[in-house]
């Protein structure tokens, strides 16, 4: 990486801004919830299409069934001795499709501009396209290879694109996130690890009011299956374990026979993980006729903060001050693609996109005066880490 206060190559004013906005409604046009393929793949063709009108070169895999395709778009090429760049984003959402026509229509209003997946993750996405090409053009281009990497699927876990995402990381001497900026632009340097477990709970049915004696309570038994989930949490530790949806019985009047917990569990680090999933996956029934079934386990590892992700910070806070914008970095619950590559043990920054808010949301916009600056200081970004 460069020393500190670096001169910039790309300036907000360097890029069409008009024009970026233009194409990125033509993105949020294109309706690409996580489990309509084609909707996922339409986004894709037109991702697809813009990089390759930018000059880049484009591989495009089928993703798993089920699932969109993965588009990984290279600009130089690494060898053995020279690991790259690798920058993260995803073009799936968690909006289905009917939002744009209904609940989340693109409107601008001020410095606002609403619409499903534009702050999570489309404008990010494109942000990084147009970086990357102002990059290439600007100066001696970049002194790493690198690769932008759309993932289909971010939104229900990577399930499809993990081990795409694992093995760019392992060619990567840093990875970049363009999920969206956090509060007022801060970005993410430290995610919590995600497990997610589904537990079935089997007792027997009999008539509630004949012979209820007869019967053995699947619910009874998981209301004290969720006290003990729920009691792991602990704030100071950053632990927190939620019983999100429960469904259980087959009528007022029968002892339940089945009831089935659907679990979340966000983790600081390995320690915890250990911890929590080994009590997790040793729950026993108190009720010995009860049967307990629990599945699951990590869906994404902890993305700790590092020595070599604090450098990375600190490089791109000189950047951004550059820029005349304050980076500051925080800890996230949530996770992204980011946490694959944090726990390859690759320096890893995140939450690069727009600022903005409402992510998940049918109040979800970004703020258009973020846009230029943010672009800008990726493009920077990627011409000044070596």
Same mark, same amino acid.
């Given at each position: ?28 046009d294109?309706?690409?919830?996580t ?24 591989e ?14 290279r ?15 995803h ?70 694109? #993990?081990?795409?995402? /694992?093995?760019? @990381?392992?060619?990567? &001497?840093? *990875?970049?996130?363009?999920?969206? $900026?956090? %509060? ?17 709970v089997?007792?027997?049915a ?10 053995v ?7 004290r ?27 007022r ?19 915890a ?15 010995? #006729?009860?049967?307990? /079934?629990?599945? @699951?386990?990590?869906? &994404?590892? *902890?993305?700790?903060?590092?020595? $070599?992700? %604090? ?37 890893t920054?995140?939450g ?35």
């Amino acid at each position: 990486m460069t020393a500190s206060n670096p001169a910039l190559t790309v300036l907000p004013g360097d890029i069409d801004e008009a024009a970026l906005l233009a194409e990125l409604k033509a993105w949020v046009d294109i309706e690409s919830h996580t489990p309509d393929v084609a909707g996922v793949n339409a986004m894709a063709d037109r991702a697809e299409t813009y990089a390759k009108a930018c000059g880049f070169a484009v591989e495009r895999r089928q993703g798993k069934p089920g699932y969109g395709d993965v588009l990984i778009v290279r600009s130089g090429e690494a060898d053995e001795s020279e690991k790259g760049l690798l920058i993260l984003a995803h073009l799936d959402t968690v909006h289905a499709r009917g939002t744009l026509a209904n609940k989340l229509p693109w409107r601008e209003e001020a410095n606002r501009i609403y619409g499903p997946g534009i702050y999570d993750m489309k404008s990010g996405a494109l942000m990084t396209l147009e970086a990357l090409k102002l990059a290439l053009v600007t100066g001696n281009g970049p002194k790493l290879p690198v690769t932008i990497l759309f993932g289909p699927d971010e939104e229900t876990g990577s399930i499809s694109s #993990r081990d795409v995402i /694992e093995a760019e @990381g392992r060619k990567a &001497r840093y *990875a970049l996130v363009v999920e969206p $900026a956090r %509060d007022g632009g801060k970005i993410v340097v430290a995610r919590k690890g995600v497990a997610i477990f589904d537990i079935g709970v089997f007792g027997k049915a009999s008539h509630a009011g004949t012979h209820p004696q007869n019967g053995v309570s699947a619910i009874r038994e998981a209301a004290r299956i969720i006290l003990k989930l729920e009691a792991l949490t602990d704030f100071d530790r950053g632990i927190t374990v939620t019983v999100g949806q429960i469904e259980g019985g087959a009528g007022r009047n029968i002892i339940p026979a089945e009831c089935h917990l659907k679990v979340d569990v966000r983790l600081p680090d390995a320690a915890a993980e250990h911890e929590v999933l080994a009590f997790i996956n040793g729950l026993k029934p108190e009720d010995e #006729r009860v049967r307990l /079934e629990v599945s @699951g386990g990590m869906n &994404r590892p *902890a993305f700790p903060r590092s020595a $070599a992700g %604090d450098a990375l910070f600190a490089h791109a806070r000189a950047v951004a001050q550059s820029l005349d914008i304050d980076l500051v970095g925080v800890t996230t619950g949530g996770g992204s693609d980011g946490n694959f590559t944090a726990a390859l043990g690759v320096a890893t920054l995140d939450g690069l996109g727009a600022d903005g808010a409402g992510a998940h949301t049918h109040e979800e916009y970004i703020l258009k005066d973020s846009v230029g600056p943010r672009t800008a200081l990726l493009a920077n970004l990627i011409l000044s880490l070596e």
